[in-house]
C-alpha cells in the first residue's frame, strides 16, 4: 500500500521552511528521508564536469589514425604528418584523438 501524501508537500515547505514545524513526527521524518535522498543525488549532479552535446561526461568517443583519416579523407600517412592535428591522448604507441576535438578542429578550418 502507499504511503498517504503528508498534508504538506516538499514544494510547500521549499517556499515556507518554518512549515515544517506543523508536520506530525512521523511525516517529518518520511519528508525527511526523502529529502535526505535527493539531497545525495543532487550533491553528484552538481559535482559532475557538465556534458557536452548532450552526452555523458566520460562517453567520449575515441579515433585511431586510421579513423581519423578516413573522416578527413585523407590517408593514415598524411594524417600523421599533419602537426596541427588536436590529439589528446596515446594509447601505448597509437594516438587518439577525441572526437569532439577533431569536429571542433574541423569548424574552426571551415571558418
Same mark, same amino acid.
Do not use: H
Given at each position: 500500500m502507499p504511503e498517504p501524501e503528508p498534508a504538506l508537500s516538499l514544494a510547500?515547505?521549499?517556499?515556507?521552511?518554518?512549515?515544517?514545524?506543523e508536520l506530525p513526527p512521523c511525516e517529518a521524518a518520511s519528508l525527511l528521508a526523502k529529502v535526505e535522498g535527493l539531497a545525495a543525488v543532487l550533491r553528484v549532479a552538481a559535482a559532475r564536469s557538465p556534458s557536452t552535446n548532450g552526452k555523458r561526461p566520460g562517453s567520449e568517443v575515441w579515433l585511431d589514425p586510421a579513423a581519423v583519416a578516413a573522416k578527413l579523407g585523407i590517408s593514415v600517412r *598524411?594524417?600523421?604528418?599533419?602537426?596541427?592535428?588536436?590529439?589528446?591522448?596515446?594509447?601505448?604507441?597509437?594516438k587518439r584523438m577525441a572526437e569532439?576535438?577533431?569536429? *571542433?578542429y574541423l569548424r574552426g578550418k571551415r571558418r
Open positions: 510547500d515547505l521549499s517556499v515556507d521552511p518554518a512549515r515544517a514545524m *598524411a594524417v600523421y604528418a599533419r602537426k596541427n592535428l588536436p590529439w589528446s591522448r596515446n594509447f601505448g604507441r597509437t569532439s576535438d577533431l569536429d *571542433a
